[in-house]
Each structure stands twice: as structure tokens, then as C-alpha cells.
């Protein structure tokens, strides 16, 4: 076995087709050292014989001219037996001889930019155009024969195969080429993974019968949720689309948070609002004008549960907010940006995460949940509230910062977990109760926590994520001075809510949707 993992293969012929021609000129210097043969084809053919080194072009190696446009080149047996044959096999080497075929050791081909082509263009033709075939069938053959070739699938693993045929003298070793081969069949298969998904999205098809996910490594995190877990994140792009300018790692904790934090910031106005989350849940939301003062009642709401917290900010930081911010432990700050001051302000603590989120919003991609072998799928839920989605079922009307409040109120709701209810004034949470098998105990801490922080003259309204099922959670509200409810219809018992509202001069709106949160 030992001496199995130390077989060293020399490389005498390379096949490079690459769509990606930068750094390759140290390569093909390298190459050249040890005398390796060159094939080529197209544009890098071109590249190469301009970089001024050898090259054969892959039609003249295999007597066979380029067709369909350059959609046959490589697909050829004399480059895939050149490949795919096993160097001991004595059948293959026969069979290599009578066809006068010649062996191919190391394939280096990375693959038409198809993902990139998705992001600038929605010309169908222009897209499949743009699927590789022949380069995917080589580095899946180069991959399947590890034991005798090297495949190379990204200009990034070009410094590691040339330090390798230096200490190796213009050879590799297999624990090399088995490295490269999983690699190789991860770029195949993630390859594979985003032209399925584009047809699935062109043709409509959100639940195939075989769903294929992939990811770009962001970071490997320290820990998970707590230190005897493992952990990483993964994005669909190469990068989350928010950039950390400060503070220490962030970890798992911190991730699940700041995303908590990002999807309701972004579904507030434009360049409006602060969050403030903690343990993934809103511990208080404001969307007043002024950014100060937006922060300020938002940490009103429940400024105990925000320490330790995280805080988002839907508009550019100051310096007069950075001073504001200063004063309390955070564990994150998050904004669509950062004047020069505030930087300087908030980088006095070395340990706080600073995030800008300029670039971030919310896609139309699904959201996934997983327990073993199993994933649960669905669509965001980001649907954006108007007037006309809620229908008002009380004798008294709203009045319009009554409705406004509610509207509010309701859109932070469907971000609280499960049973959620949210109070409201002045564009301003007051009383947030979460995550409580009973609806009429999360009801009882939105009031308790209302109490203890707020002391309110104004009209408080109060949203519910789903239908009281009896009267007693909506009798606590009124009792305890709410004077506007929304909630989702569909009860058995919404007569009987509504008789409630009408006896007791509150004003109730039905929501046409429900929003869970789980």
C-alpha cells in the first residue's frame, strides 16, 4: 500500500483548454522545463503560440478538423483514449498501438464561464451556447483514470502542480492526482448542478424529481451553534454579498443572526429603519425618518434583550449614531454603509463585528431546512404588504397611522418566531412576544415587556402571524390599552373575534395571508 501511494507518473504529454487563459505563462514555462508536449485547441491554442512556446493543435493531433462551429473539437476517441487507457492494461496498449494512439498525462481544462453568462444575459440561445461539453467529458475521463493522469480543473491549482513536478522531477504522485480528481468531479458536478437548476427555472420546474443543490465555500466557521459542532457556510455565489471590515470571526451564531437581521432590514423602506436581533429573533423595530431616533426607540423596545445583540441598520451610519452605538455591548453592527468618523468611532472596540451590507438583498431563491437525509423547501416569504391585502372587518375604521402602525406592525411579525405577536406606535415596536406554543402566552410577554420598557400615551396597536383561535389572546390586548389588531381570517371563531372587536370599540383588519415563522 505504501508503495501504492508513492507511485510517481511522468508527465510527457499535456492537453490544455482552458476558457480561463490568465497565469499562463509560468505554467507553460514549467511545462517546458521538463519538455512536456502541448496539445491544444481554439483559443488557447492561440494563446499559447502568441505567449510564444509549442503547441500542436488538437486537429492536427487527431487528423480531424474542428465542426459545428467548434462544438466537435475534442470529443474524439484519440484524446479520450489517449486518457481514459490504463497504462498496465495490456489489451489497452495493444489497442493503443493498432490505432497508432498516444498516451495523454495531464489535462488541464477549466470550462466555459456558463454562470457567469446567466448573470448578463437572458438570451436563451446565447446560454446553451455556452455549455461545455467537450471539456467536462475530458476532466470527467482524466478524473475516472487518476491512477495514470493528472487533471488541473482551475488556474488556482496551477502554483500546486508546478511545485509538485519540481519536488516530484516532472512527475506527480498519486495522493496528488487523487486530490485532483475529487476536485475535478466537485467542478463537474457543481458545473452540472447550475445548468440543471437553469433549465429547471426556464421550464418552471421548482420541485423536479431529483433536486440537485450546490454551494460555493464562504468560510469554515470555529463551531456551530456550540463548540462540539462543526460548521461552515456556503453560498450560491462566491461571496454573501456582505463584506466584514472589522472585528473577530464571525461565527455560526453570528451568521444565523445577521441574516435574521437582513431580511427584515430589507424589507423595510428604502434606506429607513433599525433592527435589532437577538437569537435570530427582532427584539425591536422602528422605521422613524430620522436615524438616530429610529435606533434609539428600537433599543427602547427591549433594551435588555438587545445587549449582546445584533444591530442592522437599514441606511448609513454616522458619527452621531456610531456614539449612540458605542454605548452598550454588540456583538454586530450591520449597514448599508459607514461614514469615515463612525468607522473610526467603532473600531475603538477591536471585537466588534462591523459588516457592510450595501450590496445584500433578498433573492428569489428558496429557503432550505434539513434534519439527516431530509430538506424541507420553500419559498421566501417576502411578499410585499400593501392596503390591498388586508380587509377591514370591525364597525370602526382605522384612521391612516392606525393602518400604517398595523401594516408595520404585521410585516415585522411574520419575521418573529412562532406563536408571534407584535405591539406597535409610531412606527415603533413596543412589545414583542415570541416563539410560544401558546398564542395567548406570547400575547402576555408583548404586553409584559410593553409594560416594563414603554410608557405609551399613544395608540398601540397589535399584529398576530395567524388567527386568534379564541377570544382570550385578543381580550388581553384590548385590556391591556391596544386599540387596532390585525391578524390572518380563517378561524372558526373569527364571528366571534369580530363580535369581540365591535363590543369593545377596537378595530380589527383581516391579513388575506398568514405568516408563520418557525
Given at each position: ?10 508527465i ?14 509560468p505554467?507553460?514555462q514549467a ?27 488538437v486537429s ?8 459545428l ?7 474524439h476517441?484519440k ?9 498496465k492494461n ?11 494512439y ?15 453568462i446567466l ?8 446560454i ?12 470527467r ?9 493528472a487533471?488541473i ?6 502554483s500546486?502542480l ?6 516530484n522531477?516532472?512527475g506527480?504522485?498519486?495522493k496528488?492526482?487523487?486530490e ?11 458545473y ?14 421548482h420541485?423536479?424529481e431529483?433536486?440537485?443543490?450546490s454551494?460555493?465555500l464562504i ?16 453560498s450560491k455565489?462566491?461571496n ?6 472589522h472585528?473577530?470571526q464571525?461565527?455560526y451564531?453570528?451568521y ?14 428604502n ?16 422605521i422613524?425618518k430620522?436615524n ?5 426607540s ?20 454616522n458619527?452621531k449614531l ?16 459607514f461614514?469615515?468618523n463612525?468607522?473610526?468611532i467603532?473600531k475603538?472596540?477591536k ?6 451590507a ?8 428558496f ?17 410585499i ?14 384612521n ?7 401594516i408595520?406592525?404585521?410585516n ?6 412562532s406563536?408571534a405577536?407584535?405591539l ?10 415570541s416563539g410560544?406554543p401558546s398564542?395567548?402566552?406570547s400575547?402576555?410577554?408583548a ?11 399613544e395608540d ?8 386568534f383561535p ?20 380563517g ?28
Amino acid at each position: 500500500m505504501e508503495i501504492r501511494k508513492n507511485m510517481i507518473k511522468k508527465i510527457k504529454t499535456a492537453l490544455i483548454s482552458v476558457s480561463d487563459k490568465s497565469n499562463l505563462k509560468p505554467l507553460l514555462q514549467a511545462l517546458k522545463k521538463i519538455n512536456v508536449k502541448i496539445i491544444s485547441s481554439g483559443g488557447t491554442f492561440k494563446e499559447i503560440k502568441r505567449l510564444k512556446f509549442n503547441c500542436t493543435e488538437v486537429s492536427e493531433f487527431t487528423g480531424a478538423n474542428e465542426i459545428l462551429n467548434g462544438r466537435v473539437k475534442t470529443l474524439h476517441p484519440k484524446i479520450h483514449a489517449g486518457i481514459l487507457n490504463k497504462r498496465k492494461n495490456k489489451i489497452h496498449q495493444k489497442e493503443l498501438r493498432l490505432n497508432n494512439y498516444e498516451n495523454i498525462d495531464l489535462v488541464i481544462v477549466n470550462f466555459y464561464p456558463f454562470e457567469e453568462i446567466l448573470k448578463k444575459t437572458k438570451n436563451h440561445k446565447k446560454i446553451i451556447e455556452n455549455i461545455d461539453i467537450g471539456g467536462p467529458s475530458m476532466v470527467r475521463s482524466a478524473a475516472k483514470n487518476y491512477n495514470d493522469v493528472a487533471v488541473i480543473v482551475s488556474n488556482k491549482q496551477y502554483s500546486e502542480l508546478i511545485n509538485e513536478l519540481k519536488k516530484n522531477k516532472g512527475g506527480t504522485s498519486l495522493k496528488f492526482r487523487e486530490e485532483m480528481s475529487k476536485l475535478a468531479f466537485t467542478e463537474t458536478s457543481y458545473y452540472d448542478s447550475i445548468i440543471t437548476n437553469y433549465f429547471n427555472k426556464f421550464t418552471n420546474s421548482h420541485f423536479p424529481e431529483k433536486k440537485i443543490i450546490s454551494g460555493n465555500l464562504i468560510e469554515k466557521l470555529r463551531y456551530g451553534e456550540n463548540p462540539h459542532q462543526i460548521s461552515a457556510i456556503y453560498s450560491k455565489d462566491k461571496n454573501l454579498k456582505i463584506k466584514k471590515i472589522h472585528g473577530k470571526q464571525l461565527s455560526y451564531n453570528n451568521y444565523n443572526d445577521i441574516l435574521a437581521a437582513l431580511i427584515i432590514s430589507k424589507s423595510l423602506p428604502n434606506n429607513t429603519g433599525t433592527v435589532i436581533v437577538k437569537h435570530a429573533n427582532p427584539c425591536g423595530v422602528s422605521i422613524l425618518k430620522d436615524n438616530l431616533d429610529s435606533y434609539k426607540s428600537a433599543l427602547a423596545c427591549d433594551p435588555i434583550s438587545a445587549f449582546g445583540g445584533i444591530v442592522s441598520c437599514n441606511f448609513k451610519i454616522n458619527q452621531k449614531l456610531a456614539l449612540e452605538l458605542n454605548k452598550i455591548f454588540l456583538e454586530v453592527i450591520v449597514a448599508n454603509g459607514f461614514d469615515k468618523n463612525a468607522l473610526k468611532i467603532l473600531k475603538h472596540k477591536k471585537n466588534l463585528r462591523i459588516i457592510d451590507a450595501s450590496d445584500f438583498s433578498i433573492n428569489e431563491n428558496f429557503k432550505l431546512n434539513s434534519i439527516n437525509d431530509s430538506i424541507l423547501i420553500q419559498s421566501e416569504d417576502k411578499k410585499i404588504f400593501t392596503k390591498k391585502d388586508f380587509k377591514v372587518v370591525s364597525k370602526i375604521k382605522p384612521n391612516k397611522d392606525q393602518l400604517n402602525n398595523l401594516i408595520f406592525a404585521f410585516n415585522v411579525c411574520r419575521y418573529v418566531k412562532s406563536n408571534a405577536i407584535v405591539l406597535a406606535a409610531n412606527k415603533t415596536t413596543v412589545g414583542i412576544g415570541s416563539g410560544q406554543p401558546s398564542r395567548l402566552d406570547s400575547c402576555e410577554i408583548a404586553m409584559r415587556k410593553m409594560k416594563k420598557f414603554n410608557n405609551l400615551k399613544e395608540d398601540i396597536v397589535a399584529a398576530s402571524d395567524a388567527f386568534f383561535p379564541f377570544i382570550d389572546g385578543i381580550e388581553k390586548l384590548v385590556q391591556s390599552g391596544v386599540t387596532a389588531v390585525v391578524q390572518p381570517a380563517g378561524s372558526i371563531r373569527d364571528k366571534e373575534i369580530i363580535k369581540f372587536a365591535n363590543d369593545t370599540n377596537t378595530v380589527l383588519i383581516f391579513s388575506k395571508t398568514r405568516h408563520f415563522r418557525h
